[in-house]
């Protein structure tokens, strides 16, 4: 059974008679449920009766109905309403534009808007480039999507997929001082979605690419990459292969186990799962055999498509073909990235010796955590309530901060290892244990330091060909001259 949770955060309105046990026993009322009492205030009361409010997290909608029952079933109590505190803070949307500048008398105006604002258009379109000085170009990412593979929620559309949109652009600003915006896109057709993002790219520095399903993502972001001059991120595949790629460095710390010996079972590959592996054989694994519904990813099948067909060629190089249950066997490190309870804590028992198991289904993990805990020495997982919290907001803030204050042009596999390992290294070695393998993702040192690992990637790669760091002081000072 799920538990209580701050995302059913609920405060309850009760009408109740005055007295000196009202408000125990509407807290006992709640508590008997089993949701968790966060807080309870008075907020009337005469001689006749009393207004309370009963805060709480509850499981789920079902769970909410349950409590409104039981205080509906006590004598003289009654529920005026209930206010929920996710949609509260939904109302309205999550985000708002602000202007940097201010705007306080006639030179203001003169200078922000017309006519001083025609020497800076000119200006950029004398020398485009400037445009990621002089505009919101600098420091703002598109955060794209068509609303086909929302969260655990699949294709609820575009309007729908809104708010997940908002809440990864908060987290951008929160985290990175990155201004994002969200740009949904309310059609599923791959050409027409690249034609748009190519339309609108002159406005922003960097694309993150968001809850697109596969297989269409995959060619979604090579095509963008390779038609656009600024860095394109799937967040889904690279952004959850980064932060996984961090947790493994460290886990394998903890079990004493390199990365060139263990062998690995990805379940899953699709657009998480195939972008981990990928990064994984990047940074020296040798040993990995993916997994599908249908089993090891092997040669000897019939490729459904591309991506499937590369994980065959890279990977399993001792032709595996078996159930997932049956190559976990023996097997050092799981990494799931499919389904919610396709194993149990029986399955894990059968891996070797101090196991790693990352079990990334959300909001249910492929097996019980505390099951696999029983068997294996590290287990993370993509849930808050649980240590070891596989989060991709512990990398997409920083890599789009170092991206956009070194310039970037594209985004290499470097960049994403470098990511990596500077995660990985913000948990010192006095503080990694089996709970504690990646940080917090309110350490503010995170988003720092991965910014500055792939600064200094962009500027070796830049250097190995020959190209000079972009300048980031000049200021133009006439119509395209430059001080």
């Given at each position: 059974m799920a538990i209580p949770s701050p995302s059913y955060s609920i405060t309850i309105r009760v009408e109740s008679p005055s007295g000196p046990r009202t408000t125990t026993a509407l807290v006992a009322a709640v508590g008997d449920t089993g949701a968790a009492v966060t807080g309870i205030d008075v907020v009337e009361?005469?001689?006749?009766?009393?207004?309370?409010?009963?805060?709480?997290?509850?499981?789920?909608?079902?769970?909410?109905?349950?409590?409104?029952?039981?205080?509906?079933?006590?004598?003289?109590?009654?529920?005026?309403?209930?206010?929920?505190?996710?949609?509260?803070?939904?109302?309205?949307?999550?985000?708002?534009?602000?202007?940097?500048?201010?705007?306080?008398?006639?030179?203001?105006?003169?200078?922000?808007?017309?006519?001083?604002?025609?020497?800076?258009?000119?200006?950029?379109?004398?020398?485009?480039?400037?445009?990621?000085?002089?505009?919101?170009?600098?420091?703002?990412?598109?955060?794209?999507?068509?609303?086909?593979?929302?969260?655990?929620?699949?294709?609820?559309?575009?309007?729908?997929?809104?708010?997940?949109?908002?809440?990864?652009?908060?987290?951008?600003?929160?985290?990175?001082?990155?201004?994002?915006?969200?740009?949904?896109?309310?059609?599923?057709?791959?050409?027409?979605?690249?034609?748009?993002?190519?339309?609108?790219?002159?406005?922003?520095?960097?694309?993150?690419?968001?809850?697109?399903?596969?297989?269409?993502?995959?060619?979604?972001?090579?095509?963008?990459?390779?038609?656009?001059?600024?860095?394109?991120f799937h967040d889904d595949q690279h952004g959850t292969a980064i932060v996984v790629l961090a947790a493994l460095v460290n886990a394998l710390k903890v079990v004493g186990k390199r990365m060139a010996d263990v062998r690995i079972v990805v379940s899953g590959v699709g657009a998480a799962g195939s972008a981990i592996i990928r990064l994984l054989l990047k940074q020296g694994a040798r040993h990995?055999?993916?997994?599908?519904?249908?089993?090891?990813?092997?040669?000897?099948?019939?490729?459904p498509d591309e991506n499937w067909a590369w994980i065959a060629e890279h990977t399993n190089d001792e032709a595996v073909d078996n159930t997932l249950r049956e190559g976990l066997a023996g097997a050092d490190v799981f990494i799931g990235v499919s389904a919610a309870g396709i194993l149990t804590g029986a399955d894990i028992a059968t891996m070797a010796d101090d196991a790693i198991v990352f079990a990334l289904a959300n909001p249910t993990p492929e097996v019980d955590p505390l099951e696999a805990a029983e068997h294996a020495a590290v287990v993370a997982t993509g849930r808050s309530d649980y240590p070891n919290q596989i989060n991709n907001v512990l990398a997409f803030p920083g890599i789009f901060r170092g991206l956009l204050d070194a310039r970037a042009v594209s985004i290499s596999d470097d960049v994403m290892r470098a990511a990596a390992i500077a995660i990985a290294d913000v948990v010192s070695d006095a503080e990694r244990n089996a709970n504690f393998i990646v940080p917090s993702v309110f350490d503010p040192e995170v988003a720092e330091s991965v910014a500055r690992a792939v600064v200094d990637v962009v500027r070796t790669e830049r250097q190995e060909r020959g190209e000079e760091m972009p300048a980031t002081g000049a200021i133009p000072l006439g119509l395209g001259g430059h001080g």
């Open positions: 009361s005469t001689g006749d009766g009393m207004v309370v409010d009963v805060s709480a997290n509850a499981r789920d909608e079902a769970h909410v109905e349950e409590m409104r029952a039981r205080i509906s079933s006590m004598d003289g109590f009654s529920v005026r309403n209930i206010s929920d505190a996710t949609f509260l803070m939904h109302l309205g949307g999550k985000l708002e534009v602000r202007p940097k500048v201010n705007l306080r008398h006639r030179d203001d105006l003169s200078r922000a808007y017309t006519p001083g604002v025609a020497r800076v258009c000119l200006a950029i379109a004398a020398r485009p480039e400037d445009a990621r000085r002089l505009t919101i170009k600098r420091n703002t990412v598109a955060v794209v999507t068509d609303g086909t593979a929302v969260l655990g929620l699949g294709d609820i559309g575009a309007a729908a997929a809104m708010p997940v949109m908002e809440g990864k652009a908060a987290l951008f600003k929160q985290f990175g001082d990155v201004d994002a915006w969200p740009v949904v896109l309310d059609t599923k057709d791959t050409e027409e979605i690249i034609r748009i993002v190519k339309a609108i790219a002159p406005a922003y520095g960097g694309v993150n690419l968001e809850d697109i399903s596969a297989p269409r993502c995959f060619e979604i972001e090579r095509r963008l990459r390779e038609e656009l001059d600024i860095p394109v990995i055999v993916g997994y599908d519904i249908n089993g090891a990813v092997c040669r000897a099948k019939p490729a």
